[in-house]
Nanobody
């Protein structure tokens, strides 16, 4: 059974940073493109970052470009999302997911399996 587990969320002040982690259960991340998406109450799911196999490609939508950084450590079977200069509008549940097509198509929400998510709340 393919599962992913996210961690690292919390309550952060505007302008702060957070690092989210994603670890799989039952499979090896190295064989997959991996993405992060977020969903806030009443809003659509939004892909915010993607990294391809072997880290050959990363993709970010314009809404987060320059503030979000995705990385992976295949030796540790981990993927990370560093979020800097947090804004209140970044408040959401963040999920990592397998991405079934190329990262540049992230806006199509091409997610396979994903985890329960980790909540990020940006508030002063």
């Amino acid at each position: 059974q393919v599962q992913l587990v996210e961690s690292g969320g919390g309550v952060v002040q505007p302008g702060g940073s957070v690092r989210l982690s994603c670890t799989p259960s039952g499979f090896t991340l190295a064989n997959y493109n991996i993405g992060w998406f977020r969903q806030a109450p009443g809003k659509e799911r939004e892909g915010v970052a993607c990294i391809s196999e072997r880290s050959s490609d990363t993709y970010y939508p314009d809404s987060v470009k320059g503030r979000f950084v995705i990385s992976r450590d295949d030796d540790k079977n981990m993927v990370y999302l560093q979020i800097n200069n947090l804004r209140p509008e970044d408040t959401a549940m963040y999920h990592c997911a397998t991405v079934v097509i190329q990262c540049r198509y992230l806006a199509r929400r091409p997610f396979g399996s994903w985890g329960q998510g980790t909540q990020v709340t940006v508030s002063s």
